[in-house]
């Protein structure tokens, strides 16, 4: 195996579709052996004992194969390119300049701000301008450096750099200046060779051998190419078009370009002066790309197969298992029913949004030994923290430590593999996202309840429609990430009498937006307030793509208490408490259905994920920031311990908070009921754990009884 790659992997592109949608699985294997396809239903992900264990069902289909080994190379970096720009005869004078910021300063990298190749491929670049580590820059002509100039460089500063060749005189020379500052460092040599070619292509912020290499990590502005004998040959103003992957060439000849591996857009630039944050009002001062060595959310890989969804395939949650030699990898995606025919009446939704934004996530606590701590309980066994390479998530941060804004599915995600465990070092499932939707899937299908699955892409896209014939919605344990489409049409559906369980914790939390162009990036800004892996720049909080204020859907007038009754007040680790019933769920006959064959006062006091039904994240009923004063409060979890904390959105100083109340109250799960005079009800518990507690003794237990009660009831 070759040292830091993943033997086996790939992906699957959607990760969603009905009857009739083809999904293509593209596949890298290192080999020697073949590999072949096997199409599993997922029943259950969860490889602990202690429950189901891990389940699935073998379909009886043709794939082909077995396939042939071939390992599928991936390039991270982004950078910016035009193509086929026209010089000047043999006597002009060409000038390169640019603005540029450099986020991270090493003394032996190499960092391209902007190249001049051939038109054909080659392995020498003609000229390139590179930071000469943290002292200058260097101006390198055919692949020997020619020019320096030594200028000490500051994180996040602003500088000026020009180089130029004179054909006719074969001198060749650099200069960078200091901004802000007013120093400046200038140096000139002799220029071999002194020819132009004809055609050349320009890149931005990366360097050339047969591809992208050298990348920079920082922000460009106004990258151009001047001739002191034809005058502006090309010059790139990044505040234009600012949701596409173009870059427009402002100069007469139109020399436009494209964007590789989405660079973070909508960037404050040199001028801006804090007098404006929002790009689209004055965007001369967004002028700025942010370009990272790292950036990748396509990996690019040629498929290898395809999979047309039949007719009679029920809707689900399936896999695509590889199989060669001794390894072994799934590529999950999603079957819904065809549109405008569901074929039951119970809908789950599947958060894969939220998914893809926590794809590939490197825990900041994750230690050696959790990788031998999974494959002792028989986990997957890739974990982000070790394949870096393959991407991180918007949870971490890049090289040059800013915050990893956009999310993609187009590439291999460790974490949303059946058997991934997310914690391993604790005495429980250890189970996030897409492993702990399965305890409630599996759950749904031991119980007898048919359903159908919509994805928040379907939700995005065609709306409250993508709803239409069902009876009820149900969320899995974590719907954090949602675009304003798909609060639109939960709440459409709401307010049309739909009925709403919403089982998790921390739920539609995060304002996200998709790419206008490919439908598979997602962009999160974390602007101000909530739980931050990192935490927006000061003017960055817009998003790129579609114009939105990014952040908490809370201080987007839209807090997670005016869909699903309750909303994000209490992170702790990952240990489950219980709830407690409330008086109002013995004295009310509206809420005795919910508790029919439950005599017990305290609910899930057990759990396949932190040992509890009501643990690591936690919402609360709130009037004061949108829930429905008429929901009654029937259940109401207790016994957090002292490393549970108050989301940061409510903490005002470190004595007082913005609900006035001591904090220790505001660190519960409550569970909720309401019937809305449209016939709509709502049932919400306010746990990221609580689906974790539904197969616990074979699902005898309260939880499962509860929820059971309160679905055959909204689905009657």
Request: charged share 25%; with cysteine.
């Amino acid at each position: 195996m070759k040292s830091g790659t993943v033997p086996l992997t790939g992906y699957a592109d959607p990760l969603s579709g009905r009857p009739g949608d083809t999904i293509e699985f593209k596949v890298s294997s290192l080999g020697p052996h073949p590999w072949q396809a096997t199409l599993v239903r997922v029943l259950c992900a969860d490889p602990n004992p202690a429950g189901p264990g891990m389940v699935e069902e073998v379909l009886p289909v043709d794939l082909g194969g077995p396939f042939p080994a071939r390992e599928q190379p991936f390039r991270p970096g982004s950078f910016g390119i035009a193509d086929d720009i026209g010089l000047p005869d043999c006597t002009a004078v060409v000038r390169l300049s640019a603005l540029f910021s450099p986020f991270l300063l090493e003394t032996e990298k190499r960092q391209a701000i902007m190249t001049l190749a051939g038109q054909e491929p080659s392995t020498t670049p003609f000229a390139v301008i590179e930071l000469a580590g943290t002292d200058g820059v260097v101006f390198r002509v055919g692949g020997e450096t020619v020019a320096a100039a030594a200028l000490p460089f500051r994180r996040r500063h602003w500088y000026r750099v020009e180089a130029w060749l004179d054909a006719g005189t074969g001198e060749c020379g650099v200069a960078v200046s200091d901004i802000e500052k007013g120093h400046k460092a200038t140096g000139r040599d002799a220029w071999k060779d002194a020819a132009f070619p004809a055609r050349i292509r320009c890149l931005i912020a990366a360097g050339w051998d047969r591809g992208a290499v050298h990348h920079f990590n920082g922000k460009i502005e106004a990258p151009a190419i001047h001739s002191d004998e034809s005058g502006v040959l090309a010059a790139w103003d990044f505040s234009r078009e600012i949701s596409s992957t173009r870059i427009i060439d402002t100069a007469p000849g139109k020399h436009h370009g494209r964007l590789v591996n989405h660079p973070a857009r909508a960037m404050t630039g040199f001028s801006w002066d804090g007098s404006e944050m929002n790009w689209r009002h004055r965007p001369s001062h967004y002028a700025a790309i942010h370009f990272h060595e790292d950036d990748i959310v396509d990996f690019g890989w040629d498929t290898d197969f395809s999979f047309t969804i039949p007719d009679d395939l029920p809707s689900g949650s399936y896999a695509m298992r590889i199989d060669g030699g001794e390894h072994r990898d799934w590529l999950p995606f999603f079957v819904l029913p065809p549109r405008g025919r569901p074929a039951n009446r119970l809908c789950i939704l599947v958060s894969t949004f939220t998914y893809a934004v926590y794809g590939n996530h490197a825990r900041p606590d994750f230690m050696p030994e959790w990788v031998d701590l999974a494959a002792g309980k028989g986990g997957y066994p890739w974990s982000p923290a070790v394949y870096r390479q393959y991407g991180l998530s918007t949870y971490n941060v890049h090289r040059d430590g800013s915050g990893i804004c956009h999310a993609s599915h187009r590439r291999p995600l460790f974490n949303m593999r059946p058997g991934y465990i997310t914690f391993p070092n604790l005495d429980c499932s250890g189970l996030r996202h897409y492993q702990a939707d399965s305890h409630l899937l599996y759950w749904l299908e031991r119980q007898g309840f048919g359903f159908d699955i919509v994805t928040d892409r379907e939700l995005h896209e065609e709306g409250v429609s993508a709803l239409d014939g069902y009876a009820a919605v149900c969320t899995g344990s974590h719907p954090e990430y949602h675009t304003p489409q798909t609060l639109d049409a939960l709440s459409d559906w709401r307010r049309q009498g739909g009925h709403f369980i919403y089982l998790g914790g921390n739920g539609f939390y995060w304002r996200v937006a998709l790419h206008p162009e490919d439908r598979g990036v997602i962009e999160i800004r974390r602007a101000e307030g909530g739980i931050r892996a990192w935490a927006a720049e000061p003017g960055e909080y817009y998003h790129a793509f579609d114009g939105g204020y990014g952040g908490l859907w809370r201080r987007n007038r839209r807090p997670p208490q005016l869909l699903g009754g309750v909303g994000f007040s209490a992170q702790g680790t990952f240990l489950g408490s219980h709830y407690r019933r409330t008086r109002l769920s013995r004295e009310d006959p509206g809420v005795a259905f919910i508790f029919e064959g439950i005599e017990d006062d305290v609910l899930g006091d057990f759990g396949l994920c932190g040992g509890g039904a009501a643990g690591f994240e936690l919402d609360r009923f709130d009037p004061e920031l949108g829930s429905d004063p008429e929901i009654r409060v029937i259940a109401r979890s207790e016994g957090h311990g002292d490393d549970y904390t108050l989301v940061p959105e409510d903490r005002l100083t470190h004595i007082t908070n913005w609900p006035g109340v001591p904090e220790r109250d505001l660190i519960r799960a409550d569970m909720v009921y309401q019937e809305l005079e449209n016939g709509g009800r709502l049932f919400a518990t306010g746990s990221i754990t609580f689906c974790g507690s539904l197969l616990v003794n074979g699902g005898d237990n309260n939880i499962s009884r509860l929820l059971d009660n309160v679905i055959r009831r909204f689905l009657e």
